[in-house]
């Protein structure tokens, strides 16, 4: 139920917003996995376009945190503050995506940035989805969480369920409420999100006990580093990160989301298809080009024509 919510949720909004949409990121600073996401919504900001020509994928966040910069190259394992191993494999995803030029000088690897990284992220919004507000789990803590921290610009709470007085009353106040129904892609808003400070500190909350809760403060340097690798990840991943089934009632919708056939509903393919569904019959999977879909209905570019230039002068410097 959940994943069919989610996913419909998310196409709503790449036909209804100009956001960037992804599922299933790390939310927190101190302790990333701790909480996880379920929708992102990334505004555009001045220089998104900047963005989309370097590459498709995320951009290793440790290649725009480096000393590398876009003037003259340096040799590689001066300018992370990491392993060697680590810094190498940082290095060679960063050329392979068009991030970094790479040159030999004297036998050793230099690099540096083929253009300055763009100040593309306008905006982080967060979406936890519960459609069933009856079975809340640990909603209250998670929003909490959320909220506390500010690490995304707005917080919602997006629901299938009847809102009532007594679930706003539940909720922190920043959180906006949506309540929206994925048969028919109404979306009905609720309450609206309150802003929240992301560039002041903020408070993590880490584990909860009975008479002690533990915590981390984090600063706004911190914070902002996190958002920019959420936004990097939100970019290359998107959401519709599922492998439709090899079975023989499998679809794509327009939007590229999983449907059977058989039942006639979207299914997750991870916990629904395989041999152990009554109505699976062996089959290739359906083709469906995501990536082409994820192209024409929303602003990331499947294939940029990337922004590795020469640098004068640097051929002199080159071992041949």
């Known amino acids: 139920m959940e994943f069919r919510f989610e996913v419909a949720l998310c196409g709503w909004l790449e036909a209804h917003t100009d956001w960037l949409v992804a599922r299933q990121l790390g939310g927190a600073v ?35 945190e480096s000393d590398v910069g876009a003037g003259e190259a340096v ?8 392993s060697p191993d680590h810094a190498r494999s940082v290095v060679d995803r960063a050329v392979e995506c068009g991030f970094f030029a790479a040159e030999r000088r004297n036998g050793r690897r230099y690099v540096r940035q083929t253009t300055r990284y763009p100040d593309w992220i306008g905006g982080l919004v967060g979406i936890e989805n519960k459609p069933d507000l009856s079975r809340p789990g640990d909603l209250d803590r998670q929003l909490r969480l959320d909220v506390s921290l500010g690490l ?56 909860q006990q009975p008479l002690r809760t533990d915590i ?31 079975c023989r009632h499998a679809r794509g919708t327009d939007d590229g989301r999983p449907h059977c056939g058989w039942f006639d509903r979207v299914v997750e393919p991870a916990t629904d298809c395989g041999a152990d569904c009554e ?14 879909i994820r192209n024409r209905r929303g602003p990331w ?9 020469s640098q004068s002068g640097l051929d002199r410097f080159v071992d041949r």
């Open 152 to 207: 995304f610009d707005e917080v919602i709470l997006a629901t299938e369920s009847y809102v009532t007085r007594a679930h706003l009353n539940r909720l922190p106040k920043a959180v906006g409420v949506w309540r929206f129904d994925p048969d028919d892609g109404e979306r009905t808003v609720i309450r609206e999100p309150t802003p929240l400070s992301t560039a002041e500190p903020g408070v993590e909350l880490r584990a």
């Open 301 to 309: 570019v499947a294939d940029p024509e990337g922004v590795v230039r």
């Open 75 to 82: 040799f590689w394992r001066e300018a992370f503050d990491c």
């Open 216 to 246: 981390a403060f984090v600063t706004p340097d911190e914070k902002g580093r996190q958002r920019r690798r959420v936004a990097e990840r939100a970019y290359g991943k998107g959401w519709r990160t599922y492998t439709f089934p090899g």
């Open 279 to 292: 109505a699976f019959e062996p089959a290739d999977p359906p083709a469906v080009d995501t990536d082409a």
């Open 30 to 64: 101190a302790d990333p996995g701790s909480r996880i996401v379920d929708v992102c919504g990334l505004r555009p900001g001045p220089e998104f376009d900047r963005r989309t020509a370097i590459t498709s994928g995320t951009i290793p966040p440790l290649a725009i």
